[in-house]
């Protein structure tokens, strides 16, 4: 079981869209994702051609960041995601779960010839002005605890 605040958690489960951004050769990219969130996992899932610029990206280096924010020009409400993780195509039992879990939040998808990502995050940071102007909640999968900076 993963120790994620539960504010984290909401805020991930509440959004839609996802920034990844990859690296190769020196050469930063990112791009944008539809997702879903597996919060037992602790995955999140997304599809991409294999053929994009992003994919040949995570293809040749595994190790991504991202981002999920709320777009708001007031200060108080400014709440966001920052995340490192792992990006992989899932197999077998997680393959399918992952694409039940995606197809349920996005059904047209099952329409589209593409492929299932997953990313599983090492480091998430949340900050969320709403706990007071620059508060950060901080998320390691290697200590598995949330702290308060």
Same mark, same amino acid.
Request: proline residues 3%; positive net charge; aromatic residues 12%.
């Given at each position: 079981?993963?120790?994620?605040?539960?504010?984290?958690?909401? +805020?991930?489960?509440?959004? =839609?869209?996802? $920034?990844?951004?990859? #690296?190769?050769?020196?050469?930063?990219?990112?791009?944008?994702?539809?997702?879903?969130?597996?919060?037992?996992?602790?995955?999140?899932?997304? #599809?991409?051609? &294999?053929?994009?610029? =992003?994919?040949?990206?995570?293809?040749?280096?595994? =190790?991504?960041?991202?981002?999920?924010?709320?777009? #708001?020009?007031?200060?108080?409400?400014?709440?966001?995601?920052? +995340?490192?993780?792992?990006?992989?195509?899932?197999?077998?039992?997680?393959?399918?779960?992952?694409?039940? &879990?995606?197809?349920? &939040?996005?059904?047209?998808?099952?329409?589209?010839?593409? $492929?299932?990502?997953?990313?599983?995050?090492?480091?998430?940071?949340?900050?969320?002005? &709403?706990?007071?102007?620059?508060?950060?909640?901080?998320? $390691?999968?290697?200590?598995?605890?949330?702290?308060?900076?």
């Amino acid at each position: 079981m993963f120790n994620i605040d539960p504010k984290i958690i909401k +805020f991930i489960k509440a959004h =839609h869209v996802l $920034t990844i951004a990859t #690296t190769v050769d020196n050469k930063p990219y990112c791009a944008n994702c539809f997702y879903a969130y597996m919060e037992k996992e602790n995955i999140l899932v997304f #599809t991409s051609d &294999r053929d994009t610029k =992003h994919a040949k990206d995570f293809l040749a280096n595994s =190790h991504v960041a991202g981002s999920i924010v709320l777009e #708001t020009k007031i200060i108080g409400k400014i709440q966001g995601i920052q +995340f490192n993780g792992i990006i992989s195509e899932p197999a077998d039992d997680l393959f399918k779960q992952a694409k039940q &879990r995606y197809l349920k &939040r996005f059904p047209v998808a099952v329409l589209m010839n593409t $492929t299932f990502w997953i990313v599983e995050p090492s480091f998430i940071k949340m900050t969320d002005n &709403r706990l007071g102007f620059g508060k950060k909640l901080i998320w $390691t999968r290697s200590e598995n605890k949330t702290n308060i900076i």
